[in-house]
């Protein structure tokens, strides 16, 4: 169901390797659950995230980086700070989730694929979408792209 080997998972439940952030992420879609539930709960009790104590997610292969700007995982909510190089792409496919999430431009040109509709997101846009259309963002300027987007449920 998650389309990875059963080799790559059998390795996976025997603790023999640690596994990508997109095999997790498959997994959990697999099993219907966040991604969170293959963590441990982290503090509840401190709301507040220093800008250099945030906790990065960075998918293999890839110059995009994702920052938690909330406590942790486990919310009702997402709440990331999203860096993408010039040049670079989210995902290499166009992926859909669960809910809604919600966009703000902070430095930048972003290009979305939404569907088949395509924006260009320039510093100061922002943009609201249906997750459950497929999607990704491009970077098509010179510069880093920074955004914060919402996403809820969460999806990492």
Partial sequence: MADLSSGLISQMERDIIVPSVWSLWKVA??????????????EMDNPVVRKDERKKIILPKSNVTYELLSPHLNRKMEFLLIKIEPGMENFDELICHE????????????????????????????????????????????VTAISIWTMTPPTF
């Fill in 29 to 42: 879609k697999a099993l219907n659950v966040h991604i969170n539930y293959f963590f441990d709960e982290y």
């Fill in 99 to 142: 809910g809604e999430e919600c966009g703000y431009m902070l430095q930048g040109i972003m290009k979305i694929r939404w569907g088949s509709k395509e924006y260009i997101l320039h510093e100061g846009d922002s943009i609201y979408l249906d997750s459950t259309v497929p999607h990704r963002f491009i970077n098509i300027g010179d």
